[in-house]
């Protein structure tokens, strides 16, 4: 019989340090996967390769806590905070990590990097310490047959696909092409089919059918009068190439992709194997609310962005998915939320929503250990008109 623990390292009043989920599934295997909380190096001064150190010695130790290691991370999330309007100094800022990333992993941790990794400007406003240049999520998987690498995880039963977040970017005849004009519904359409669709065809895998989840960055600081037409844009595409099949998933502005002349960056999640996909069968936001894989009698479930001006009813929302999908709730079975909070700019007055959205989470959990979580400023999520949105995880045996 399948068995899933939670452990919610040292847990404080709004996330753990780490949320580790031992899976027994039902052939008897255990499987360990482990995520730290959303983390910054700000220990050290605003240097990029000093935080960059100083977040990879903090980011270990939370895999420490649930006996990983870095070359056990199969997913990384790069949050930069926004440098300046000026497209050069983000360039500048881009290339500045670029150059340490890889280098200083495996000069510190002694290990090969095999995660994939996506990575964006967010806002101006940055993170909840106002320090950081960045902030970095990772994701760690560790068992028996279990290996990972180039964007995916291998259970030996069914393969969970995490490829690297794409934009346009590609080479066509010996050079590269990093735009394809002003027409973002052919960009977004490019990316989906030709960065995606065709590349997981040769697997024999159907990307239309088999993809679970559906992150979308769209960048507007060169057009911020044009934001939300651009979502709306991209979201129309993504509805029409999903069809009944849609994946759950957020979208939401970002100061920039890397691909500075670049617009739309994707990133899927997408399984195969013995696994089952179910969804919802309701759409909210463009994504289905929420969809489930079954494998070795447990439940994952990924809850879409729920967007609004209340964190704790946003909480409240994610809860009855939870339970809708036939877990116990958000607070027993929530493995990770990654929270959105929308700011109008960089001051103070601008991050002020911090506050009040925190003070709602420590309600929500209240006399419960929390889940990891990150959180990040951004100019919006899911819709216009918003102060903050959370999107989920959670683990359970139905």
């Known amino acids: 019989m399948a068995h899933v623990h939670l452990i919610r390292h040292n847990p404080g009043a709004v996330f753990s340090q780490t949320s580790?989920?031992?899976l027994v599934g039902d052939d008897g295997r255990v499987i360990r996967l482990v995520e730290p909380s959303g983390n910054v190096g700000t220990q050290f001064p605003?240097?990029?390769?000093?935080?960059?150190?100083?977040?990879?010695?903090?980011?270990?130790?939370?895999?420490?806590l649930g006996g990983a290691t870095w070359s056990d991370v199969y997913k990384?999330?790069?949050?930069?905070?926004?440098?300046?309007?000026?497209?050069e100094v983000c360039d500048r800022r881009k290339n500045d990590f670029n150059a340490v990333y890889g280098p200083m992993i495996n000069a510190v941790?002694?290990?090969?990097?095999?995660s994939n990794r996506m990575a964006r400007f967010t806002h101006a406003a940055g993170y909840p310490d106002p320090k950081a240049l960045f902030e970095v999520q990772i994701k760690a998987a560790r068992g028996d047959r279990v290996s990972v690498g180039n964007g995916r995880v291998d259970y030996g039963?069914?393969?969970?696909?995490?490829?690297?977040?794409?934009?346009?970017m590609?080479?066509?005849?010996?050079?590269?092409?990093?735009t394809l004009g002003p027409d973002l519904a052919a960009e977004m359409l490019f990316v989906l089919e030709e960065q995606y669709a065709k590349p997981f065809a040769r697997e024999g895998i159907d990307f239309r059918r088999q993809t679970a989840w559906m992150e979308i960055l769209v960048g507007v600081d060169d057009a911020p009068e044009q934001a939300w037409e651009r979502i709306e844009i991209?979201?129309?595409?993504?509805?029409?190439?999903?069809?009944?099949?849609?994946?759950?998933?957020l979208i939401y502005p970002v100061s920039r992709i890397p691909n500075l002349d670049g617009i739309v960056e994707p990133q899927p999640r997408v399984v195969a194997g013995d696994v089952r996909l179910t969804r919802s069968g309701a759409v909210v936001d463009g994504f289905s609310t929420w969809t489930a894989l079954d494998y070795q009698g447990i439940r994952e479930l990924m809850v879409s962005a729920v967007a609004g001006d209340d964190a704790g009813q946003v909480l409240a929302a994610i809860d009855a998915q939870v339970r809708e999908a036939g877990g116990r709730g958000l607070r027993e079975d929530g493995v990770f939320n990654n929270a959105y909070v929308v700011a109008a700019d960089a001051s103070a007055e601008g991050r002020a929503?911090?506050?009040?959205?925190?003070?709602?989470?420590?309600?929500?959990?209240?006399?419960?250990?929390?889940?990891?979580?990150?959180?990040?400023?951004?100019?919006?999520?899911?819709?216009?008109g918003v102060a903050c949105g959370i999107s989920s995880r959670a683990l359970f045996t139905p």
Request: charged share 20%; no cysteine; proline share 6%.
């Open 20 to 22: 580790e989920a031992v």
């Open 170 to 178: 590609h080479q066509q005849d010996g050079k590269t092409v990093t």
């Open 109 to 114: 941790t002694g290990g090969p990097l095999r």
């Open 234 to 249: 991209v979201r129309r595409v993504f509805a029409e190439y999903f069809g009944d099949d849609r994946p759950a998933g």
């Open 157 to 168: 039963t069914w393969v969970d696909h995490q490829p690297s977040g794409a934009s346009v």
């Open 353 to 384: 929503g911090l506050a009040p959205f925190n003070k709602a989470f420590a309600g929500f959990y209240a006399g419960a250990a929390p889940a990891g979580r990150t959180a990040q400023f951004m100019g919006g999520i899911q819709r216009p």
């Open 46 to 64: 605003a240097d990029v390769g000093s935080q960059w150190f100083g977040t990879i010695e903090n980011l270990r130790a939370g895999l420490a």
């Open 76 to 87: 990384t999330d790069v949050l930069w905070t926004t440098p300046s309007l000026d497209r």
